[in-house]
């Protein structure tokens, strides 16, 4: 069993838990991810590794209930424990695999969306932690819907705000503080990591295209072995079949065929949709 040793709601909907995984605590890193579950015959649900602590043996994970699988994690307190925590899966960012002084030249940017704010998080402060500053965009619906701001300010060269409502930071989508950020405050960029909703990173490989920027996204599509065995994270990009859980996660943003994966994304989504509804009668 993995006890969960603090788990709190950071906003509506959106929780973050510390569990006690040892061994993938040991060797994760940035942009891998692990697959819950709450008891043995639970939904798996995979989820990026946020934050990780290799001395205490922990690493942080944050959710959205999008499911009756993460409406019954967020119950979860702290005392309890998930049946398994599998992992570290996936590979890891290409930032981390990079040698230091082609790294060290590179103008990075990230642009978070809303819950994967989580999974930029872990991204942004390896770098810091290596001398490495970048400019992070973090985009949420609303104030409300922010993660992780103070977190992520400690670790960004820049760090720039959007709400689409315009309630805090800069008003917008998150392509347009791209855009302003190169074409009106004349910054240059080597590469853009884009992490969050799959309509959001679609978008922002369109303009990132436009702006001549190498781009990496990170998918989430439905996970159920992530052994590459069972084919249900099937993606297709630059026109061959991948699978992201041992694949990538992380592909060519400008290669990946996002309506495709939006339209498997929604088939899962009536299918969970449905579950969610039985889990709440
Ligand atoms: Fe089964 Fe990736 S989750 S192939």
Redo the contacts with the bound molecule.
């Keep these: 069993m993995y006890q969960i040793l603090q788990a709190k709601e950071l906003t509506t909907n959106i929780f973050m838990m510390v569990v006690e995984a040892k061994r993938v605590a040991k060797s994760c890193e940035p942009g891998q991810f692990v697959i819950v579950r709450r008891d043995a015959d639970s939904e798996r649900i995979p989820l990026t590794i946020c934050d990780y602590d290799r001395e205490a043996g922990t690493i942080t994970i944050v959710f959205q209930i999008v499911g009756a699988g993460t409406l019954e994690m967020s119950t979860l307190k702290a005392g309890d424990a998930f049946h398994d925590v599998v992992g570290p899966l996936g590979r890891p960012s290409e930032l981390v695999e990079e040698d230091m002084e082609t790294l060290s030249r590179k103008k990075i940017l990230f642009v978070a969306g809303g819950v994967g704010t989580a999974p930029v998080y872990p991204q942004v402060k390896w770098l810091h932690e290596h001398g490495i500053a970048a400019d992070v965009i973090v985009g949420a619906k609303t104030k409300d819907l922010l993660i992780l701001e103070e977190e992520m300010k400690s670790v960004a060269g820049n760090l720039y705000v959007t709400t689409d409502d315009g309630s805090y930071g800069r008003s917008g989508m998150v392509t347009q503080t791209i855009q302003d950020l190169v074409e009106k405050e004349g910054k240059a960029y080597d590469v853009c990591i884009a992490i969050g909703p799959m309509i959001m990173m679609k978008f922002t490989c369109k303009m990132t295209e436009s702006l001549n920027i190498p781009t990496v996204v990170s998918l989430n599509p439905i996970?159920?072995?992530?052994?590459?065995?069972?084919?249900?994270?099937r993606v297709t990009v630059g026109g061959e079949v991948k699978?992201?859980?041992?694949d990538g996660p992380e592909f060519d943003g400008h290669k990946v065929n996002f309506d495709e994966a939006m339209k498997r994304q929604q088939i899962y989504k009536t299918e969970e949709g449905r579950a969610f509804l039985k889990a709440k009668e």
Excluded: K, S, Y
């Excluded at 699978?243 to 041992?246: E, N, P, S, Y």
């Design positions: 996970m159920v072995d992530g052994t590459g065995m069972c084919g249900a994270c699978f992201a859980c041992v």
